[in-house]
């Protein structure tokens, strides 16, 4: 069995550079899947979609036979696509008419390849396979089949399928996705074009044998500045891609493109264009100076008398997004003012308290001053008045009367004495009633 499974990969692999439902084999291989004998039954082998998209060039075919020698049960073998989209539950595929394969083969086209038939003698029963066969089949060089990415194979029996003859469908005990099971056709003049199939298969063990080689067909590599596309290269027949730009930029052409049989693709490569900003507007009682609002320009807010600006003074455009806010202008505050001549008075009535004060400190220090010398004077004409002798200048004025410039002269100090006893007594008088004040 493992050389069975080399020689059947190997056989797929001479020439394939891409495969779509290629066969699968395993150690443990159990009967064929014995199908209903009528009625239309189609069988969709979903395990290996189509890696990539061109030309289909070949085919290959593995049957179990219980009889030997015995051929493969009549049946169409064709490419399936992907239908338009999913519809309450179902995912629904489109047969290629131009890649359909009538089994039996009835043209000897094995490309050069003879058919390989391996016995099998420990098939469990009941009604074990005593051989399996695996053939090569090549289209025409002038077939210009074309198949898309995530296509998958399928076999058609129009009157069902009987168990006596070579069957291409087997219980896989590796199979991770299985057959579909058609279970809603849709024909066209005669011929099924379209089959409903679950999302989930139908039947998980049931593995199609069959499998085909696609020649690609590329499309240049793509890149997108300042944008990204949604799937990475390469890109192949039939493959869809999207356009996004980055944000502060907009796309400029076509949102997205398929890669057609030519090799070339739909639509020509958009671009991502940065994108400029809007009108900011103007604040109430305020303006601007801006005169462009492309990406990178910038512009300074004033306002008018009697306001001031709250925000940002300068602004800028960055792909189509201003860096910051339309700031506001509001109202000025008004500030209190002394007028000149308020502040000349209230400085006069300053600079004459602290005179006044300046003075009344002196006159008080004055006061205490003459007020101690007083007390001496006093002291000292209390005692003179008080004790008469012959040298007081009294006695002198009285009795002395020969000597007459004596006596102008002792008259003359007398009256100073006086009016200095006469002062000193006024500020005495003055010192007590401001003391009693």
Known sequence: MIFLTFTVLALIGLTTPCNVGVPHESSTLNVPRLASSTGTQVYLGLENPASCGGYLQNYTICYYNRNAGVSVYPGELSIWEVGPGLSNGFRVYDKIIESVLNLPLTINNT??????????SDAPDPDPAVEIVCMYYC?????????????????????????????????????????????????????????????VPANTTTALLAGAGIEPIYCPELSLQYGSINISGPYSYGTGIEYTCQTGFQLVGVSSQICLSSGNWSDELPYCNVLNCTDPGVPSNGN????????????????????TLSGNRLITCYRGIWNAPVPDCVPLVPTTSVPNSKI??????????????????????????????????????????????????????????????DDMQYNQTYDREMRTYATILSLDENYARIEDY
């Open 111 to 120: 490309c050069g390849i003879d058919p390989v038939v391996t016995p099998i």
């Open 139 to 199: 289209l025409p060089e002038t077939s210009t089949v074309l198949v898309k990415p995530g296509s998958v194979v399928g076999i058609l029996y129009p009157e069902g399928v009987g168990y006596g003859r070579g069957q291409i469908l087997t219980r896989h005990t590796l199979q991770t996705v299985g057959t579909c099971v058609g279970i809603d056709f849709r024909f066209s003049l005669g011929d099924l074009v379209r089959v409903s199939c679950r999302l």
């Open 288 to 307: 601007h100076d801006l005169r462009s609002f492309t990406n990178g320009s910038s512009g300074v807010f004033y306002c008018d008398n009697g306001f």
């Open 344 to 405: 000349g008075l209230i400085a006069g009535l300053a600079v004459s308290t602290i005179l006044v004060f300046i003075i009344t400190m002196i006159l008080v220090i004055v006061i205490v001053i003459f007020r101690n010398k007083i007390k001496k004077i006093k002291k000292q004409n209390c005692d003179v008045d008080m004790i008469e002798t012959n040298e007081s200048p009294a006695y002198n004025l009285l009795n002395n009367d020969d000597d007459d410039d």
